[in-house]
């Protein structure tokens, strides 16, 4: 069974079902009942990078035993050839992806009384994890928001740690003012796709003097991009917010705003009722659009180096165009009285636009400020409730937002609909578990309370430093598996009232390789926080965490949960693998 974004592979009894995630890999693994003997303990997962010819071993931090290693040993964790995977899901993220096609090999590992490994029955599927995702339309990328966790945790290979950010009690604008010469490898890695993204477009821009910038900016705190965008000089016009404290005179907006001015750029300064929250730029050759960039994505050391965020390229005919009259729009009244009123009156609020094209998914989107929030919220709740497959969503804030949107996504313990979401909250993050149960975990928790053979993380947080959240993604995907399925993303925090008081935009895209592009995202984030619930939940930081060995006596093997009818550990093995 295969398509551009999943394939599908079945030998003797052993499954492996691969799902394109962006520059990385979902992979759903299944076994025969028949084949689940006590004796299984897990399965080893290889990999074959693209033009290469030798296999290598997923790595597992996770052994049956850490006698006689060092700390390093410990920390560096074991090939799954030697540390079986003990989940029947894994999302591969390679360390430096490449463009082209991954081949994976799944093999079912079983233990004998000495302690020895057997192999099971091996099989193989290959999935084209390159770069772009819709050809000639749109391309996703996310930032790792990875800035806490074991691998950032690897001083040896990220020596910069904490220094990514200016000190806590920094003042305005410290931001701007911070030295990000000696960090690049970890800004890079950090950054990822989102950062190189908003590098490249500008960088293009500078690189042809026929293209101007046309950019809506929510924060602006990025030293590098302020740099970028000053190269661009009078060719740039941009929106800078001024809400609360963004219109301080000292703050990294405001001085921002004034060495943009400085460059010839023309800068206006403006909030609607509330903000001026997108996060967009548009590049126009000889005045017509023909690039643009929306999503979640701040342009701010937070928003790309330490925050979970999207952004979403468009380079189609329809969404180029509509951007850049929003932009039109948006510039001439921002700065005026009432400038929301005024924009809710316009059609451009007032509709969802259908940017869709010849051959392309089904991609609408809606902006606001809008007269009724109704427009934009009810069609997401609507697909949240029609879903018959799965909902998975990341959204910021979710405990602070009214409107018809949360009630939905709450609502989802309710039913028999898979879900999984993960939804920021003051301090922390609510898990919100396929059971219908939620747990609420700290973000600094790992820095403090990390098991063996788990190192400490850095935090953010840590040190009573809250200064913004962790989550910052805005999605929905609804049935991503199925022809149905759907994606809600953008700027919008989804919300009653930020839609009807806010400068936003929202995006709905019908395509199952894009929704699975957001599945996957969602699995990532969802895996790396339960994780951490799951250790306060337990209260295992005085133990060692160990992979389970086959059961002696009464004991139950470490999958029984997976293969009984109807338990949540079943429905999450099916929707995967199947």
């Not at 390159?130 to 020596?159: E, K, M, N, V, W």
């Not at 009630?407 to 919100?432: D, K, M, N, P």
């Not at 930020?498 to 199952?512: F, S």
Request: hydrophobic share 40%.
């Amino acid at each position: 069974m295969t398509s551009a974004h999943m394939t599908r592979e079945t030998h003797n009894g052993t499954t492996i079902k691969l799902h394109r995630g962006e520059q990385k890999c979902l992979v759903g693994l299944d076994l025969d009942p028949a084949n689940a003997t006590n004796d299984f303990v897990g399965f080893a997962l290889e990999f074959r990078e693209p033009g290469g010819t030798q296999w290598k071993r997923v790595g597992n931090r996770l052994r049956f035993s850490y006698d006689g290693l060092s700390e390093r040993e410990k920390a560096m964790g074991a090939p799954s050839t030697e540390a079986p995977i003990q989940k029947f899901r894994w999302i591969h993220f390679p360390f430096a992806p490449r463009n082209g096609e991954y081949r994976y090999r799944a093999t079912p590992m079983y233990m004998g009384h000495d302690g020895a490994l057997r192999r099971g029955d091996a099989v193989e599927a290959a999935i084209d994890l390159s770069h772009a995702t819709i050809g000639d339309i749109l391309d996703i990328g996310f930032t790792r928001g990875f800035a806490s966790s074991q691998a950032y945790a690897d001083a040896a290979r990220f020596p910069c740690q904490e220094r990514i950010l200016p000190p806590p009690a920094s003042a305005p604008p410290a931001d701007l003012e911070h030295d990000m010469s000696t960090c690049e490898k970890e800004y890079a890695w950090l950054g990822f796709e989102s950062r190189a993204t908003i590098y490249g477009l500008l960088d293009e821009a500078q690189a042809d003097a026929t293209v101007t910038v046309d950019a809506m900016l929510y924060e602006l705190r990025e030293p590098e991009i302020v740099r970028r965008l000053e190269r661009l000089g009078p060719r740039l016009r941009a929106i800078v917010d001024n809400h609360d404290a963004h219109a301080d005179p000292t703050s990294n907006e405001s001085v921002a705003s004034d060495r943009l001015r400085a460059s010839g750029a023309a800068v206006k300064r403006g909030k609607f009722g509330r903000q001026q929250h997108n996060k967009v730029l548009v590049l126009r050759r000889n005045g017509s659009p023909y690039k643009a960039l929306a999503g979640s994505t701040n342009f701010t050391l937070r928003g790309l180096y330490v925050q979970n965020n999207n952004t979403i390229v468009f380079t189609d005919t329809k969404v180029t165009p509509l951007l850049g009259a929003v932009f039109d729009r948006y510039f001439e009244i921002i700065d005026q009285p009432r400038a929301a009123g005024k924009f809710r009156q316009d059609p451009l609020s007032q509709v969802w636009h259908d940017c869709t094209t010849a051959g392309g998914p089904v991609l609408r989107l809606a902006i606001s400020p809008h007269a009724d929030p109704a427009l934009t919220l009810d069609p997401i709740a609507q697909a949240i409730e029609q879903a018959e497959s799965s909902v998975l969503y990341a959204v910021v804030f979710l405990n602070q937002l009214t409107g018809r949107v949360r009630e939905t996504l709450e609502e989802l313990v309710l039913r028999s609909t898979f879900s999984y979401g993960i939804a920021q909250r003051t301090g922390g993050l609510s898990v919100f578990k396929p059971d219908g149960s939620r747990g609420l975990v700290s973000f600094a928790y790992l820095a403090e309370n990390a098991p063996e053979p788990f190192a400490a993380e850095w935090s953010s947080y840590a040190g009573g430093d809250s200064r913004s959240n962790v989550l910052h993604h805005k999605f929905v995907v609804t049935d991503f598996n199925t022809p149905n399925a759907k994606v809600f993303t953008g700027s919008s925090n989804m919300a009653a009232g930020g839609e009807k008081e806010n400068g936003d935009h929202l995006i709905l895209i019908e395509d199952g390789r894009a929704a699975t592009s957001y599945a996957v995202e969602a699995l990532r984030i969802f895996d790396h926080f339960h994780f951490r619930v799951a250790m306060r939940e337990a209260e295992t930081r005085r133990r060692v965490l160990k992979l389970a060995k086959p059961p002696i006596g009464g004991e139950h093997p470490w999958f029984r949960e997976v293969f009984i009818p109807g338990h949540i550990k079943e429905r999450d093995r099916l929707l995967f693998s199947t």
